[in-house]
């Protein structure tokens, strides 16, 4: 089932006129109080806002219903375009449900889209003049009084749950599941997306910012990146946390010689390679993981780069595609997957809707980023939240250190709404 419909006076106009922009200041500055999308990255990147086409789509070819509705929607479009380069024309921010055969993906084209690439700046505007606004100050006031309460599983339950994935894993059932868990939290005063995102990326530069209908957070996992023919991706699997001084380095060192956190990464990375490989003519990864070290944890990280086939069908797949076929993947699903979703449906007791699910954008010409919807909090009216955080269990997870493990990644959006 796919439900398409134009949002905004700007939709039936078909100019897109995108012109360089060098204003100074931060990208996330320029977001209005509601409605604002984001992908950004140590200052680059791109922000928007205003709704000139929307589609929401769900069933088991939501992927494909949505490209062949961008193709449609840009094949007519006037495009005025200074700069040529990934994300100036016309773009789509996406959010993809974790399952988007049964949940609802949501695609976005906003009216203006603001972008900075290797310090070269842009302002794209569907049916306007493109016009760089004022970047928008934020007034400091009281901390707000949160309350937070278990989500669907508290941690007892949640802790019985890991248990028995690990019983199922030890039978042979499996190799690996990925189980989540939200937690719900209430303010005392409207929360402010703006302020929530300029927080996770002044406590998180190496993460990608992203807010897309009311998702936002702070990922350091990228799904993938297709930039002409070249496809770039960063897996993350195996976690441990942050401690001081020397304790520091000796969690570090212990990471990179666990044999069940190099186990679980490597899960992951195969996971990734195998979707890939039908669709490249070279797939390039490396054979140790590397540390990648955040404000509250670390995580073993590969990146893979490959080349996508010049021939055959492969040849012929947009972004959405490849996105559909990688997706998921081991670090947020399992393996094999089909069993390992079945599990998470039987164990977890929540709808994760676009949690754990791609997140980024396109442009007109095929390329762009998306990354997995993770360190996130999906709002609920102007005084609530649902965070989530998950764990990858394989043979020999202790269900109190991944409950912990949890709490850790809880923390870095529990940060941003505490100020």
Known sequence: MTAAALTSPAAASRTVTTVR???????????????????????????????????????PRALADAADWWDDYTAGLDVDDELGVPGSGPVLFGSVAFDPAAGTSVFVVPEVVAGRREGVGWITAVGTAPVLPEPHSLTAGPSPRLRYADGALDPASWCAAVAEAVERIDAGD?????????????????????????????????????????????????????????????????????????????????????????????????SLVRALEPYCDALDTPVEPQLLTLAN???????????????????????????????????????????????????????????????????????????????????????????FAGCGIVAGSDPSAELAETQSKFAAFQAALEG
């Open 297 to 387: 944890v670390r995580h073993l990280a590969t990146d893979v780069v490959g080349t996508q086939a010049s021939s055959g069908r492969a040849a012929g797949a947009g972004l959405l595609e490849l996105v559909g076929a990688v997706h998921p993947t081991a670090a947020v699903c399992g393996t094999p997957t089909p069993d390992a979703a079945a599990l998470i449906g039987e164990l977890e007791g929540m709808d994760r809707g676009r949690y754990a699910g791609p997140v980024g954008w396109l442009d007109a010409t095929g390329n762009g980023e998306f990354g997995l919807a993770l360190r996130c909090a999906e709002l609920v009216g102007d005084h609530g939240a649902r965070l």
């Open 174 to 270: 499996l190799a690996k599941v990925v189980l989540a868990r939200d937690l719900l939290v209430s303010s005392d005063v409207p929360l402010d997306p703006r302020r929530l995102l300029r927080r996770l990326a002044a406590r998180f530069p190496d993460c990608w910012t992203f807010a897309v209908d009311g998702l936002l957070g702070a990922t350091p996992e990228l799904l993938l990146r297709r930039t002409g023919r070249r496809l770039s991706a960063r897996v993350l699997a195996g976690t441990a946390p942050r401690g001081a001084g020397a304790e520091d380095e000796r969690l570090a060192r212990a990471l990179l010689a666990s044999a069940k956190d190099r186990a679980e990464h490597a899960l992951a990375v195969d």
């Open 21 to 59: 922009s060098d204003a100074a200041g931060e990208l996330l500055d320029l977001l209005p109080a509601r409605g604002g999308l984001s992908w950004v990255r140590r200052g680059e990147g791109l922000v928007g806002w205003g709704e000139a086409a929307r589609i929401e789509v769900t069933g």
